[in-house]
């Protein structure tokens, strides 16, 4: 079975910091890039932050040295530390494993992890 388990939100004050924690099982962990993507009511799901196979990393701008992503493949857990929260960055953090062999897409979605930041 393919799960992919975040953890580690909850309620910040604006300007605080979260640990997210996304724990992979059941799947070739090091075969896929892992992403941070996150979706608040009314809104579209953004994508975040990600990590290649390579130990590449992407940020979208609004986050930019506030997050950083990093990967343990022997723990086969993506972490996403989150500094100097802001209200906008209130939403369900999800994450994703992707890889794509020709001609097939693979995509696993956490259930999602609540960062609420309160101004």
């Known amino acids: 079975e393919v799960q992919l388990v975040e953890s580690g939100g909850g309620l910040v004050q604006d300007g605080g910091s979260l640990r997210l924690s996304c724990a992979a099982s059941?799947?070739?962990?090091?075969?896929?890039?892992i992403g941070w993507f996150r979706q608040a009511p009314g809104k579209e799901r953004e994508g975040v932050s990600c990590?290649?196979?390579?130990?590449?990393?992407y940020y979208t701008d609004s986050v930019k040295g506030r997050f950083t992503i990093s990967r343990d493949n022997t723990k086969r857990t993506v972490y996403l530390q989150m500094n100097s929260l802001k209200p906008e960055d209130t939403a369900v953090y999800y994450c994703n494993a992707h890889r794509v062999t020709s001609p097939i897409a693979y995509d696993y979605w956490g259930q999602g992890t609540q960062v609420t930041v309160s101004s």
């Open positions: 059941g799947f070739a962990f090091h075969s896929y890039a």
């Open positions: 990590i290649s196979t390579e130990g590449r990393t």
